[in-house]
């Protein structure tokens, strides 16, 4: 939102603007697919395509290009090493990244306001750059990513799902909910925040989450939180019953994760029970519970700091 946002101020501002947007990364690159930044005529700039001196060569790069008055843009691959004999970026991480310089002209204006709108709503939609043209579709595609490019790099097409790309469904709007909300909120995630009890504080202070679901019963969180593989569920409410009672509802759904906060005993009986009642080892043996990496949580921010790596590490896949 920040680099789109900039953009709109400095072409309202008569300034010229140079978008760098990462394309396509490999290995350890430290600027992943879709970071993006720009830089405009005046010198400043907002964003990130991974940092370093690798950046700072782009930054000088993108203000040189907009001292000349032709509108152009280019593909650039980069190698993080300092042995590879071309394309190097000065940097020893290893890995590569191809990055995209592309001046935004005037008539590309429409098409950022419409992003722009899109995304301060909380919404998905489809941002599609060739190497002469910037497009925005409000339709989201099905994949985070989708790149076609020629070896030449004469010519490519690139997608990217605008807007949230994961959803977390956090069942339970206590002090963790709360905490962990703050936190997720900022990583690329859709938070939907449920509750059964109307007039809890921390439902109130909790400014974070996306959407606030006040519920007659956890019981009915089958009808509301739909199956997905980017849908985190987190099972954090008021006692044993109402955990009970929610997982119950979306034992039979289908997650990228379930974590079910909760002391060990607690949750050791009611596994036991589960089993008892012939539930299939296979669902049980999908949530994550206790939730979160051991780091010997304490306070309620260590707690959620452990949910979040966990959740992290799934979504990017480490374990």
């Given at each position: 939102?920040?680099?789109?946002?900039?953009?709109?101020?400095?072409?309202?501002?008569?300034?010229?603007?140079?978008?760098?947007?990462?394309?396509?990364?490999?290995?350890?690159?430290?600027?992943?697919?879709?970071?993006?930044?720009?830089?405009?005529?005046?010198?400043?700039?907002?964003?990130?395509?991974?940092?370093?001196?690798?950046?700072?060569?782009?930054?000088?790069?993108?203000?040189?290009?907009?001292?000349?008055?032709?509108?152009?843009?280019?593909?650039?691959?980069?190698?993080?090493?300092?042995?590879?004999?071309?394309?190097?970026?000065?940097?020893?991480?290893?890995?590569?990244?191809?990055?995209?310089?592309?001046?935004?002209?005037?008539?590309d204006l429409l098409q950022i306001n419409k992003l722009v709108q899109s995304l301060s709503q909380n919404k998905n939609g489809t941002?599609?750059?060739?190497?002469?043209?910037?497009?925005?579709?409000?339709?989201?595609?099905?994949?985070?990513?989708?790149?076609?490019?020629?070896?030449?790099?004469?010519?490519?097409?690139?997608?990217?799902?605008?807007?949230?790309?994961?959803?977390?469904?956090?069942?339970?709007?206590?002090?963790?909910?709360?905490?962990?909300?703050?936190?997720?909120?900022?990583?690329?995630?859709?938070?939907?925040?449920?509750?059964?009890?109307?007039?809890?504080?921390?439902?109130?202070?909790?400014?974070?989450?996306?959407?606030?679901?006040?519920?007659?019963?956890?019981?009915?969180?089958?009808?509301l939180i739909a199956s997905g593989s980017n849908v985190y569920v987190v099972i954090m409410t008021f006692g044993y019953k109402t955990?009970?009672?929610?997982?119950?509802?979306?034992?039979?759904?289908?997650?990228?994760?379930?974590?079910?906060?909760?002391?060990?005993?607690?949750?050791?009986?009611?596994?036991?029970?589960?089993?008892?009642?012939?539930?299939?080892?296979a669902l049980l043996n999908n949530i994550k519970a206790p939730i979160g990496i051991f780091i010997k949580s304490e306070t309620v921010?260590?707690?959620?700091?452990?949910?979040?790596?966990?959740?992290?590490?799934?979504?990017?896949?480490?374990?």
């Open positions: 939102m920040q680099v789109w946002q900039f953009i709109q101020q400095k072409k309202q501002d008569s300034k010229r603007v140079m978008l760098l947007y990462v394309l396509e990364s490999l290995g350890s690159s430290p600027g992943r697919q879709g970071f993006n930044m720009a830089v405009s005529s005046d010198g400043d700039f907002c964003g990130t395509i991974g940092g370093g001196i690798m950046e700072h060569k782009f930054v000088e790069l993108a203000k040189s290009r907009l001292r000349i008055p032709e509108i152009n843009s280019d593909i650039i691959r980069q190698v993080h090493d300092k042995s590879s004999p071309k394309n190097q970026s000065g940097m020893i991480c290893s890995g590569e990244q191809t990055i995209f310089i592309y001046e935004i002209s005037d008539n941002l599609e750059l060739t190497i002469d043209s910037l497009r925005f579709n409000e339709q989201a595609p099905l994949k985070p990513f989708y790149l076609e490019l020629k070896e030449d790099f004469s010519s490519f097409n690139f997608i990217e799902k605008t807007g949230p790309k994961n959803i977390l469904h956090i069942i339970g709007g206590g002090h963790c909910a709360l905490a962990l909300s703050q936190l997720m909120c900022k990583m690329d995630f859709y938070i939907h925040l449920y509750d059964d009890r109307k007039a809890l504080s921390t439902i109130h202070e909790n400014k974070s989450a996306h959407e606030i679901h006040i519920v007659d019963s956890y019981s009915h969180l089958d009808e955990d009970d009672t929610a997982l119950r509802a979306l034992l039979e759904k289908s997650f990228k994760y379930t974590g079910l906060l909760g002391s060990r005993k607690k949750i050791e009986k009611m596994f036991n029970d589960y089993k008892k009642e012939k539930i299939s080892s921010h260590e707690i959620a700091v452990s949910i979040a790596a966990e959740i992290i590490s799934i979504k990017n896949s480490v374990q």
